[in-house]
Every structure is written in structure tokens, then in C-alpha cells.
């Protein structure tokens, strides 16, 4: 029998290894990719090389950050899809000159500031570990995860690969739905974006959680239809008596702070804050998908979890798609003063990301 050197077993060892961790990373890719389809250039394994520890950063920082303020987690949730359904998951909503921006549209009115500043405060603890490569649009979506997933939501995995837009569009939240919207004009909303009516029922699920301001009651205490429980009406008429009156409340009056599918049977009791949301209990498209929901917490997260991925990916740039109009910002707040020809990490990301 041919005798086998050391060094050549410890090749053999090492190759038998490295394929290994190949045929892993495509099996569980291929598993991602057979339950949800991903747009091109994004990937579940962007970051794989050149930053191995992004999710980990990601969510110890923001145990610390909920921990002291857990109302920034449906705020950085709310961050998310003002970003994505605005106008494309491109960071553009933290852009802005502070009078002529997105997050001075009045769709936008109460993101929270504290929000905002923590996807600065996560690119500054990522780019000291990492080098420059993390977008600050794939920061948004990752911090909206954990928003979702350590309040007591769904863990799940998101695609990353997207690149930032240079520029904003102060009337792009022209494109976000109201919250006095009836269940046709936001099944019309949404349609056009190609999500169903399922989709759009767990989508509404966010409002689990976090608070509203009194002007985003418009008529849902004035109007008899959708119902109202008469008792919660007097609860919301009490706390604001005006739209203007400067204050806010609870939408999830029995588990405020907890992602659950509490939403659902609050619906069900006639006591969703928005007429966009009491509506799906009545609407002969939507109101058998709240039933559902409202007794199946892990039907509701598995449609939840689908439906973010693809919010996600809503007219994203990346290095495939809209190539030139994206970038990595060095500050998420500025686009960068001049163009930087791609580095070597960002290169390498690209060539996982096709692999």
C-alpha cells in the first residue's frame, strides 16, 4: 500500500473541509433560494467573507439599545417600510438637506430620532470591526429584524447585497398608505407592488406594537363604519380629543411592547386604533386571513417573515441592478462628497455574491 505523507494527508483533510463548508453554505442557500426568490445581486451570504460578524454586531448592539429603550424597535420596524414602500430599500430616507426630505413629509411624521441615530451608531461599531463595505440600507433591514425578532417575533433570514442611493425624493412618501385607508385602497396600494391579500393582512400585524399620534385617528372615532367597541372609542376620544392634541397611544392596547399576533384579536374586539386596520376584520377579502391569524401566532409569523424578505427587496440597487446609482455611504446620513472606485472587499463581496 502506498504510504501517505503528512503534509498531503493534511491537504487532503483540509480540501475534504473547505468542500464541506461550500457544498453547506449552497445547501442552505439553495433551501433559501427554493422558498423565496431573491433579487439579483443580493444574497444570504453577501457578507460571508469580508464581515463574518455583521448579524452579530447587529443584534448585541440593539439588545443593549432595547433593553434601555424598547420603543425604538417598532421605530426602527417603521424606519424600514417608510424606506422600502417609499420609494426602494436605499437608505434614501435618512438622506436630506433637514428641510426639503423625506422624513419631513407628513407621512413620516413621529419617526423617532433615537431610530435613526442607532443605524448611524450600528455603521460606526460595524465599520471599526469591518472594513467600509455595509450599506447603510442593508444596516435598515438588519436592525428591522431584530426590531421584529428580540421583541418576540419571528427570526428569520434576510438577503443583503444593496447599495445606498445618492440622492433623495422629498415626495416619495407620496407612495406610503394612510392610516385612514379602507381595506380596498390598500389592497390597491400594495397590489401594485405585487403583494396579496395575505401579505397584506400580516404586513398590518407590525402595528402589534409601538404608538401613533392623534392626528393619525382621523375619522376612526367619528364614523360608524368599520365598527368600534364603544367602550374603546371613549378610551381613544378621552386621549385625543382633537387631531391635534399632542400626545400618543398604544396601538396594541393589551400587549403594547410585544411582537405577537395580539393585533389580530384586538381586530376581532373592534379595537384596532386605525380604520386601516379594523377594516380587515371586515372585509370579505381580508377578514378570514384575520380569523387565521388571530388563532395561529406561527401562521402569522411564517406569512410575516415571507412578506418582510420581500418588502425588503423592494426596487433595491445593487451591484446588478440600477448599477451607478448606488454606493457604500461612509456616513448614512450624507451621500459621499466623491466617487471612490470600488475597493478590494467590496470586489470580493460582488464575486460571493455571483458564486
Same mark, same amino acid.
Given at each position: 500500500m502506498a504510504r501517505v505523507s503528512g503534509s498531503s494527508y493534511l491537504f487532503h483533510s483540509l480540501l475534504l473541509i473547505s468542500s464541506l463548508i461550500v457544498a453547506s453554505q449552497t445547501l442552505v442557500s439553495s433551501r433559501a433560494l427554493t422558498r423565496l426568490s431573491i433579487e439579483k445581486g443580493l444574497s444570504w451570504n453577501y457578507?460571508? @467573507?469580508?464581515?463574518?460578524k455583521l448579524e452579530r454586531i447587529v443584534r448585541k448592539h440593539l439588545e443593549d439599545v432595547f433593553e434601555n429603550d424598547s420603543g425604538q424597535a417598532p421605530g426602527l420596524l417603521r424606519l424600514f417600510f417608510h424606506d422600502c414602500f417609499a420609494d426602494g430599500c436605499d437608505a434614501s430616507i435618512l438622506l436630506g438637506d433637514g428641510d426639503n426630505d423625506e422624513k419631513k413629509h407628513p407621512a413620516n411624521i413621529g419617526l423617532r430620532e433615537e431610530a435613526i441615530q442607532t443605524i448611524?451608531?450600528?455603521?460606526?461599531?460595524?465599520?471599526?470591526?469591518?472594513l467600509p463595505v455595509v450599506s447603510c440600507s442593508d444596516i435598515i433591514v438588519l436592525a428591522a429584524?431584530?426590531?421584529?425578532?428580540? @421583541?418576540?417575533?419571528?427570526?428569520f433570514d434576510v438577503p443583503l447585497g444593496r447599495k445606498d442611493k445618492k440622492t433623495w425624493n422629498a415626495s416619495a412618501p407620496?407612495?406610503?398608505?394612510?392610516?385612514?385607508f379602507r381595506t380596498g385602497d390598500l389592497l390597491e396600494a400594495f397590489g401594485a407592488r405585487n403583494f396579496d391579500a395575505s401579505e397584506v393582512?400580516?404586513?398590518?400585524?407590525?402595528?402589534?406594537?409601538?404608538?401613533?399620534?392623534?392626528?393619525?385617528?382621523?375619522?376612526?372615532t367619528t364614523e360608524a363604519e368599520p365598527p368600534i367597541d364603544p367602550s374603546f372609542n371613549n378610551t381613544l376620544i378621552a386621549t385625543c380629543p382633537t387631531p391635534n392634541t399632542d400626545t400618543t397611544l398604544n396601538l396594541d392596547l393589551r400587549t403594547p411592547m410585544k411582537f405577537d399576533n395580539m393585533y389580530y384579536i384586538n381586530l376581532l374586539n373592534r379595537q384596532g386604533v386605525f380604520t386601516s386596520d379594523?377594516? @380587515?376584520?371586515?372585509n370579505d377579502q381580508t377578514k378570514e386571513i384575520v380569523n387565521q391569524f388571530a388563532s395561529d401566532q406561527n401562521e402569522f409569523f411564517d406569512t410575516f417573515s415571507d412578506?418582510?424578505?420581500?418588502?425588503?427587496?423592494i426596487d433595491v440597487i445593487t451591484d446588478r441592478l440600477r448599477q451607478g446609482q448606488g454606493e457604500i455611504r461612509d456616513k448614512c446620513f450624507f451621500p459621499n462628497n466623491k466617487s471612490k472606485s470600488s475597493s478590494v472587499a467590496e470586489r470580493v463581496a460582488e464575486l460571493v455574491a455571483e458564486i
Open positions: 457578507y460571508f @467573507l469580508q464581515c463574518p448611524e451608531d450600528l455603521r460606526i461599531l460595524i465599520y471599526k470591526q469591518c429584524r431584530e426590531a421584529v425578532r428580540q @421583541l418576540g417575533g419571528p427570526d407620496d407612495n406610503l398608505p394612510a392610516p385612514f393582512v400580516a404586513l398590518s400585524g407590525a402595528h402589534t406594537y409601538g404608538r401613533t399620534h392623534c392626528s393619525s385617528l382621523v375619522n376612526r379594523q377594516d @380587515l376584520a371586515s412578506a418582510f424578505v420581500k418588502v425588503s427587496q
